[in-house]
């Protein structure tokens, strides 16, 4: 059985990994080449984000051809040999796999726009309202309508995301099938971990009006969603113990997760939620400039803590995607703490219950690029939100300032490795601008220093190996209404970890709730440290993990 307890998962996202040819956009012999790396840092399995044909209108998550490498990023021989190259490294692989929607160029939507009725079936189109009223009011989450007119067929056909993303129907067999082929193809190929891209939207409910909100309460976590998902993993990777799953769920509730998680459920090995990456948001608002709510980021995660403990669910933790920004950028600082925050946050995910994910970059503590310019911009949401945001009154700079904080091209940069040239990402030019912060964070750097963030990850990755307590402890939260301490408790088999850190760039002094007597300092971001039994004082960001075992 694949223990995905004591694993760690490094994520990639091909295209801003290594250019092996020149063409300044990452590819699988990239991968390949850093597989060393990899090795060195720890980590158990690689996720790549998706590499298959497509338009690249949404980097890959628009797929046309499930069975194919996209030629930019190389070819079937390439991945083959990636699989070897990561098995002979003890590092096992996961594939991202897109089955809500396929790009509008998959040969199944292609028919159906054909108007063959087969094909149709797979997607979902519907007669408007009224001439030029589409059948809800449902809105896209990259922006806009969620449904767009096709002449031809006097229909709309759904799209949750881009408009050349169509959604596929679930509810149609023939759908499912296809999907389950297309999983069993990448097991066959060796693949023994599996990303469901948001997994949870694949069961769409009523076709209603929201009147409430953009439409997501009738397609997240619908109607048929565990039925389908119990029959994936029958059909598919239930059949190989060896496969870890985890579920991207989009605005999900916690007691769904329960399920997709659970362990006699059947259904995932994990989940990602992201309540606790909403609290820079206003509401579900994410195109605003709020300070995040620290007091909120504690509470969501330990309530997700303790509620899938309690239920025996299992939770994917991590702070980075391709999606999100640079954790350090959003709740670190970026200037005279850079190493100290960036060691904490670490800290701070890696010791929860759960099974961490690395976004790379992360490892070296890489911050969001601060582009000043549209044409620096690639992301489809972010091209798209720079429009809405002006058309609804905000000034250029005020809607520059936004994107610059909220936009997913933050952890899309490349690749840091080195000082040299496009940080020695590629030799031409980059599909998108290089982090101008190169010079100070990268790889080569990292390396060489004892004391850098690569090595703390190293050790964090580590500690897991060695202590079953982080792997399948209990969690108590503590510390819960402190304005900057985050501190929680694990405990397994007579072992007893705390781990206590500054969330902030002031000192602070935390009234420990436990007696500290007879802990040790396991790790730190610090070399000295001050704790008596009853109390911490804790220098910016400081972050301690103590251990004591009874
Ligand atoms: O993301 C799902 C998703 O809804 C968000 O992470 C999204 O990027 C965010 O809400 C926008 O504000 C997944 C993939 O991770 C993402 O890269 C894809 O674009 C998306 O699905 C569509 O496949
Ligand atoms: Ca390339």
């Not at 900057?484 to 088999?493: N, P």
Request: charged share 30%; glycine share 6%; aromatic share 14%.
């Amino acid at each position: 059985m694949a223990d995905f307890k004591k694993s760690v998962v490094y994520q990639i996202y091909p295209k801003s990994f290594y250019d092996t040819n020149q063409d300044g956009i990452g590819d699988l012999q990239g991968v390949i080449q850093k597989l060393d790396y990899i090795r060195e840092l720890g980590v158990d399995y690689i996720w790549m984000t998706p590499f298959f044909v497509s338009p690249q209108r949404d980097n890959g998550y628009d797929v046309e051809d499930y069975y194919a490498i996209d030629k930019r990023y190389g070819t079937m021989e390439d991945f083959d040999l990636l699989m070897q190259e990561a098995e002979a490294r003890g590092i096992k692989v996961m594939l991202d796999m897109v089955f809500n929607h396929t790009s509008d160029r998959h040969k199944w939507f292609q028919k159906a726009l054909a108007g063959e009725q087969e094909y149709k079936d797979f997607y979902i189109f519907k007669k408007g309202k009224a001439p030029g009223v589409p059948p809800t009011n449902w809105q896209s989450k990259f922006g806009g309508s969620a449904w767009e007119y096709v002449e031809e067929l006097d229909e709309y056909y759904l799209h949750l995301f881009d408009v050349s993303q169509p959604d596929l129907n679930w509810d149609n067999e023939e759908v499912r099938r296809s999907v389950q082929k297309v999983v069993r193809f990448w097991m066959e190929k060796g693949v023994k971990g599996f990303r469901f891209d948001v997994v949870n939207l694949i069961s769409k409910g009523k076709f209603e009006d929201d009147m409430e909100g953009d439409g997501r309460r009738f397609y997240t976590d619908g109607p048929n969603i565990h039925q389908y998902l119990k029959e994936l993993n029958e059909t598919t990777f239930g059949t190989d113990a060896e496969i870890i799953t985890v579920g991207e769920m989009s605005s999900t509730s916690m007691e769904n997760c329960y399920r997709y998680g659970g362990e006699k459920e059947k259904e995932l090995s994990m989940v990602f939620s992201f309540h606790h990456l909403k609290v820079d948001f206003m509401g579900n608002e994410k195109w605003v400039i709020v300070p995040f709510d620290f007091l909120k980021l504690k509470n969501i995660l330990f309530t997700w803590q303790k509620g899938m403990s309690e239920n025996h669910a299992w939770n994917a933790v991590f702070w980075c995607n391709h999606d999100q920004p640079r954790v350090v950028s959003r709740f670190g600082n970026t200037e005279k703490y850079w190493k100290e925050s960036a060691k904490m946050l670490g800290t701070v995910i890696h010791c929860l219950r759960g099974t961490p994910y690395i976004y790379q970059g992360e490892e070296l503590g890489m911050t969001n690029p601060d582009f000043q310019d549209i044409s620096q911009y690639r992301d489809v949401e972010s091209l798209n939100h720079f429009q809405i945001l002006q058309d609804r009154g905000l000034s250029k700079e005020n809607a520059y300032q936004i994107l610059a904080i909220h936009s997913r091209d933050n952890s899309r940069t490349p690749m840091q490795w080195n000082d040299g040239k496009n940080a020695g990402f590629t030799e031409g030019t980059p599909w998108i601008e290089v982090n101008s912060d190169y010079k100070n964070i990268n790889a080569a750097k990292e390396l060489e220093d004892a004391d850098s963030v690569f090595h703390y990850y190293k050790k964090l990755i580590q500690l897991r190996k060695d202590y079953d307590v982080i792997a399948y402890g209990e969690i108590e939260p503590l510390a819960e209404l402190h304005p900057s301490v985050f501190a929680y408790k694990r405990e397994y088999q007579g072992e007893s970890l705390l781990v206590i850190s500054n969330f902030h760039g002031k000192e602070t002094r935390w009234d420990a709730e436990v007696d500290l007597t007879d802990y040790q300092c396991i790790l730190s971001n610090y070399k000295e440290h001050s704790f008596t039994a009853e109390r911490c004082d804790l220098k910016p960001y400081e972050t301690l993990v103590l251990y004591k075992n009874v």
